[in-house]
């Protein structure tokens, strides 16, 4: 999803708001010399009186850009409108509770955050025996993070994804959580020799995290299947599972997700096996997004693909959208 570009202060914008990360680096500097609690307590009053209040003073492109996709969504039309102010609230909000998570995770100590884990076992099975795997982390929620919570239960990983993630990764995080981040590595996409990295990084039994929506090229197979997602016949990214097969891989998807106020929850869902063959791509691409479209119909307003929708991921795009 393509953030929009603010001019302001950061309190109308969250460090998901890829386009700002560079003034987001200086606010996590500041904030990591703080007590945890003291910097979620800073960011949560810095949109000054909230999310809502934030969205009726400063004009935000984000209600429209998610409303639209989703009225043309059959299960969701109806809540389009309220999903996508939350949606709206959420971009803006997440800023305190992202920053004091990241502090969190580096400092290994309890803080004002809730953590609930869900699905670690699936994670050690997945890992049994040194093997490799492709961590399926779609743009839901906290997905930046999941990289650093991997680092956190021990296991290093690289990350295979764009410029701009790279950004928020390396530059945001790595200024409240340097431990963390300096486990991660970062396969930029497209670049040549990223499908080889990648390839490389399963091979050596390390974990492979992807942001799997949009396919890239990463592995030179881009448009080459559709499927039915949320009502759509779109573009169905089979990276992961390629990736998976030539590794021998076991597929894991991931998610680090809002709870309230003060609550964080990270899952893991059940691995899923590599495909025993190419014919296998497709199935298994399809049960992987069986399982995000899951996801995106229990929370809507935290996923942050529905402009993908009308553009990478459509099979028509919208007139005046170019494809890459």
Known sequence: ???????????????????????????YELLWRLPTELG??????????????ALAERPSPTPDLVREPM?????????????????????????????????????GADG????RWHGVEHLRRAREGGRPVVVFAPHVGFLYAVPTVLAALGEPSAVLGGELARDVLVR??????????????????????????????????????????????????????????????????????????????????????PDGARGVVIEFAPPVAAPADRHGDVPTSERLFAWLESVVQRRPHLWWGWTMLDTDMSVTPAPGVART
């Open 172 to 257: 945001v995080f790595g200024a409240v959580a340097p431990r963390l981040v300096g486990q991660v590595g970062y396969i930029v996409v497209p670049s040549p020799g990223c499908a080889r990295a990648a390839l490389d990084t399963l091979v050596r039994g390390r974990l492979l995290v992807m942001f799997p929506e949009v396919n890239r090229g990463a592995t030179g197979n881009v448009r080459s299947a559709t499927a039915s997602f949320l009502g759509r016949t779109v573009w169905l990214p089979t990276t992961a599972a390629r990736l998976a097969r030539m590794a021998g891989a076991a597929i894991l998807p991931a998610t680090v997700t």
């Open 71 to 107: 009225a043309l969504t059959p299960s969701l039309r109806a809540d389009a409108d309220r999903v996508a102010l939350e949606c709206a609230e959420y971009l803006l909000g997440s800023n305190a509770m992202l920053g004091a998570l990241m502090i969190q995770l580096e400092r």
């Open 1 to 27: 999803m393509a953030p929009p570009v603010y001019h302001g202060d950061m309190s109308a914008v969250s460090v998901n708001d890829l386009s700002v990360a560079d003034r987001n680096v200086g606010m």
């Open 112 to 115: 004002p955050l809730t953590m």
């Open 40 to 53: 979620l307590d800073f960011l949560g009053g810095a949109g000054g009186g909230g999310p809502r209040k």
